[in-house]
């Protein structure tokens, strides 16, 4: 329903319109509104915006509404399948690389599966990145010593200890 300015403007439209003896059908109301408030040079920028557009920083369900939104500027018709790969080939690659490979050509089928996929990738991270090995403590190195084995062909092996480092000399006789 359109209000305000549109609404006065539909109706001085229309009967202009039918005053051509134009059907006034769906089509024929979506070319003239789009004329008046999508101009060719805006819905040619949104059309390029939906080309170039991938997830970058944006959630899987900010990146679908912005898809959508942008998708209906795309001057081709678009195939479930084809809006799918173009969809799931914006995504991020850790998102990507788990979603692609299971070939989904439903459009909201794909998104879920992405949000699915973000939540576990994005509980996985914070595991990643918070986490510590079992049994570690913060400030507590994990890593052991290694005590070299004395030399059996009869030579000697030597630890010499300086107050910057430690050298190993090693004899062989």
């Not at 005590?147 to 062989?172: M, N």
Request: glycine share 8%.
């Amino acid at each position: 329903m359109l209000v305000g300015e549109a609404e006065h403007w539909w109706r001085g439209t229309y009967q202009m319109l039918a005053a051509r003896g134009v059907t006034v059908d769906w089509e024929c109301f979506r070319t003239v509104f789009m004329e008046k408030y999508f101009p060719e040079s805006v819905r040619h920028a949104k059309e390029a915006e939906f080309m170039r557009l991938h997830q970058g920083g944006m959630t899987v369900s900010e990146y679908a509404m912005k898809f959508e939104h942008l998708a209906h500027f795309y001057s081709q018709g678009i195939a479930e399948a084809w809006k799918c790969r173009k969809f799931a080939d914006g995504l991020r690659y850790e998102l990507r690389r788990v979603v692609v490979p299971m070939a989904i050509t439903e459009f909201p089928t794909l998104v879920e599966k992405a949000k699915v996929v973000e939540r576990l990738e994005g509980g996985n991270r914070a595991v990643r990145t918070t986490g510590r090995p079992s049994g570690s403590k913060k400030g507590e190195s994990q890593k052991k010593p290694y005590d070299r084995p004395q030399s059996q062909q009869g030579g000697s092996v030597a630890r010499q200890s300086s107050s910057a480092a430690s050298a190993l000399y090693i004899f062989i006789f």
